[in-house]
């Protein structure tokens, strides 16, 4: 599905149409845009926001704007072709909008990130607040219409978790209570009940995955700072789980092998460090300890050893670059 462009009507002028999506009526279509500034309305106003007016004015400066807009709850919709430029939309439609647009998917956030980010160089006003709106369409019962990505919304609520910034999703769906009433001869009410619950349970399924991930990333950082200090000991073991756990949840990036080569560098030189004093003190000691001297000579073998390998191995990592560019 895709945002038609743009006609004509009558002497008026030009006005964006709404986006069209796989197995929605255009009036169902219109009804959930709707509710998303509808409920970014309520929620700003619950929250105590300051809502700036929509600006009808065009003599404001860039800043200006920013800054009437960060006033505001930010809305991030969901990146999809299947749902359409729906950021692209809303500006089109509310150019002067009280609200700024973002959008998310399962690898990004794309907004305003200075609006996020509460480390910022531009102080917040006193008494300022940041909302975000997490917009999630779905479609249950229905693998034909479009619908947001689940695992994208698990992203953004991860980053905004990350980020400390306060959020609200708002789960929109397609209510086929009535078709789902005929099939089944329940009442109405019953399936639409059934329903909201259902949704209500995704929901909650995918932001607990969101928190999980959190959590493990914060284990796998708490975890990487104490093996730092203790590269010989328990911080390693520690670290390797923590990234067991985090992998699990889908959490690990793929930054976790780094992490733990660093702390291994960090023992290795460790290691080195103190086999150097124990033959050193051994070599000075009267009477000589023959015995820990060849335990510490031994262990000097098995470095050196390694070292030999790390050398072989960095040699042909080398010569197959110059082969392959030859």
């Given amino acids: 599905a895709t945002v038609a462009g743009e ?11 709404y986006p069209e999506w796989d197995g929605w009526t255009q009036p169902s279509v219109a009804l959930t845009l709707r509710a998303v ?9 619950a929250a105590g926001m300051q809502q700036p007016n929509a600006s009808s004015s065009g003599d404001q400066t860039a800043q200006e704007e920013l800054a009437r807009r960060r006033r505001g709850p ?15 939309f809303f500006e089109a439609l509310w150019p002067n909008s009280p609200y ?19 480390g910022t160089k531009e102080k917040r006003q006193k008494g300022e607040k940041r909302l975000v709106l997490i917009v999630n369409v779905s479609s249950p019962g229905n693998a034909e219409a479009a619908e947001s990505d689940g695992e994208g919304m698990v992203n ?29 001869r329940k009442p109405r009410k019953e399936e639409k009940e059934g329903l909201r619950v ?3 349970k995704r929901t909650r399924i995918l932001l607990g995955r969101s928190v999980k991930r959190k959590e493990a990333r914060e284990k796998v950082r708490d975890a990487y700072t104490r093996a730092k200090r203790m590269p010989q000991g328990r911080g390693i073991v520690v670290l390797e789980e923590a990234l067991a ?6 959490a690990d990036a793929g930054e976790g092998e780094s992490l733990l080569e660093e702390i291994r560098q960090y023992a290795l030189a460790a290691e080195e460090e103190a086999l150097a004093a124990a033959l050193s003190a051994a070599c ?15 262990r000097a073998r098995v470095v050196l050893e390694r070292e030999d390998k790390l050398a072989a191995a960095a040699a042909s990592a080398a010569s197959a670059v110059v082969a392959g560019a030859a």
């Fill in 7 to 17: 006609k004509e009507v009558g002497n008026e002028a030009l006005v964006p149409m």
């Fill in 37 to 45: 500034l509808m409920t970014a309305s309520a929620l700003a106003a």
């Fill in 74 to 88: 930010q809305i991030l919709l969901p990146e999809s072709s299947h749902l359409g430029d729906l950021r692209a």
């Fill in 100 to 118: 700024s647009f973002g959008t998310y998917n399962r690898d990004s956030v794309s907004s305003d990130m200075s609006y996020l980010r509460s």
């Fill in 156 to 184: 953004a609520a991860e980053t905004l978790l990350e980020l400390g910034v306060p959020f609200v999703v708002l789960t929109l769906w397609q209510d086929n209570a009535l078709a789902k009433s005929v099939a089944s």
């Fill in 198 to 200: 259902l949704m209500e």
């Fill in 245 to 250: 756990e985090a992998r699990a949840v889908g």
């Fill in 284 to 298: 000075v000691q009267v009477p000589v300890d023959v015995e820990a001297l060849k335990a510490n000579l031994q």
